[in-house]
């Protein structure tokens, strides 16, 4: 498996770039020397375009995949990729697949926000015979040419077998959700149930959060407010986890459960084990650098998998100094 890559450029300064690319009327990652990667490559001869297509970039984890892409795209000197931010607008993301398609890019990576309304437009774009890489969220059916992400079922069964072994069976747990119109939300939702299924664990309070912290810790006061006891809590990502420890925190309830979340970037997930903060987070990789090599064999004409899962690991207190643990 492969972690996240961390640019020579400051995280600011990548931020600063894609929010001035917001509407994909930005600059492109500048290209830097370097021999293509083995496995594939463009033509050095010309210069090839990618449009990326953001769903948001109000998550940290989705800021840090674009910087993984910017990152791996910049070792090519004849690539150039396009940004646009979806701003967490279906319409939008949709509207960004049909510019790209028109302007006749050499290939598509989109990240979509939903999975029904972004299958039309990435089939018309495979019909228009422009490549798609679909990255982290799936659509319906398999129109496309690659699709690269972890995979959300697997690690959510395996925070709840680890939330069930910790709670020694028994307890009182808050899901705070994902967005539950895509696909990662409802495979982290169906897997975590499936892993704590033979417990006495039970869910007093579930909420979809729409991957937002604010939004988290919104719904985290309501729980606070219903149930006077609450043994963990599980959140759909680590900025979710992180923003009902705050809530918990300022009603002096903090020390009464633990938290659970997913993600596990180095400056976030990690940093907040390491911080006592999340008692565990398991890694989702972004898929940045995989995208960009993806890119590359399909451009130069190689065969490529239908579907790349990328692997998780587990971080606790007691194994986050060496990296955390493989998920097997």
């Keep these: 498996m492969?972690?996240?890559?961390?640019?020579?450029?400051?995280?600011?300064?990548?931020?600063?770039?894609?929010v001035l690319t917001g509407c994909g009327k930005g600059p492109t990652a500048p290209p830097a020397s370097s021999s293509p990667q083995s496995g594939?490559?463009?033509?050095?001869?010309?210069?090839?375009?990618?449009?990326?297509?953001?769903?948001?970039?109000?998550e940290p984890w989705r800021v840090q995949m674009n910087q993984d892409i910017a990152t791996a795209a910049q070792k090519h000197p004849n690539l150039k990729v396009v940004y646009k931010d979806a701003q967490n607008d279906t319409l939008?993301?949709?509207a960004h697949v049909e510019e790209f398609v028109s302007a006749k890019v050499d290939l598509i990576i989109i990240s979509p926000k939903e999975a029904a309304p972004l299958t039309e437009p990435v089939a018309k774009a495979m019909d228009a015979g422009i490549p798609v890489i679909v990255l982290d969220r799936r659509l319906i059916g398999d129109k496309y040419t690659c699709?690269?992400?972890?995979?959300?079922?697997?690690?959510?069964?395996?925070?709840?077998?680890?939330?069930?072994?910790t709670l020694g069976g028994k307890g009182k747990v808050v899901e705070l959700e994902?967005?539950?119109?895509?696909?990662?939300?409802?495979d982290r939702h169906s897997g975590f149930r499936e892993g704590i299924v033979g417990s006495q664990i039970e869910v007093v309070f579930e909420a979809d959060m729409k991957w937002l912290e604010p939004d988290a810790r919104q719904e985290m006061e309501s729980a606070l407010a219903r149930f006077p006891h609450i043994d963990l809590v599980y959140a759909h990502n680590d900025p979710?986890?992180?923003?009902?420890?705050?809530?918990?925190?300022?009603?002096g309830?903090?020390?009464?459960?633990?938290?659970?979340?997913?993600?596990?970037?180095?400056?976030?997930?990690?940093?907040?084990?390491?911080?006592?903060?999340?008692?565990?987070?398991?890694?989702?990789?972004?898929?940045?650098?995989?995208?960009?090599?993806?890119?590359?064999?399909?451009?130069?004409?190689?065969?490529?998998?239908?579907?790349?899962?990328?692997?998780?690991?587990?971080?606790?207190?007691?194994n986050v100094a060496n990296g955390g643990e493989p998920l097997p």
């Excluded at 640019?7 to 894609?18: D, E, N, T, Y």
């Excluded at 594939?40 to 109000?58: D, R, Y």
């Excluded at 938290?259 to 999340?278: C, K, M, N, R, T």
Aim: with cysteine; net charge positive.
């Design 178 to 186: 994902g967005l539950m119109t895509s696909t990662p939300g409802q």
């Design 253 to 318: 309830r903090e020390k009464e459960m633990k938290f659970v979340g997913i993600d596990a970037l180095p400056q976030e997930g990690v940093a907040y084990v390491s911080q006592g903060i999340l008692s565990a987070t398991f890694q989702y990789p972004t898929g940045g650098v995989e995208a960009i090599d993806t890119a590359l064999k399909i451009l130069a004409g190689d065969k490529v998998p239908k579907e790349i899962t990328l692997g998780s690991r587990l971080f606790t207190k007691d």
């Design 40 to 58: 594939g490559s463009a033509p050095a001869e010309k210069v090839v375009t990618i449009g990326m297509s953001q769903c948001n970039l109000g």
């Design 147 to 165: 699709f690269i992400g972890a995979d959300n079922k697997k690690i959510g069964k395996a925070a709840g077998e680890w939330i069930k072994q």
């Design 92 to 94: 939008k993301q949709r």
């Design 2 to 18: 492969k972690t996240s890559v961390f640019s020579s450029f400051s995280f600011g300064a990548v931020l600063a770039v894609l």
């Design 240 to 251: 979710g986890a992180h923003g009902a420890y705050l809530a918990t925190k300022a009603a």
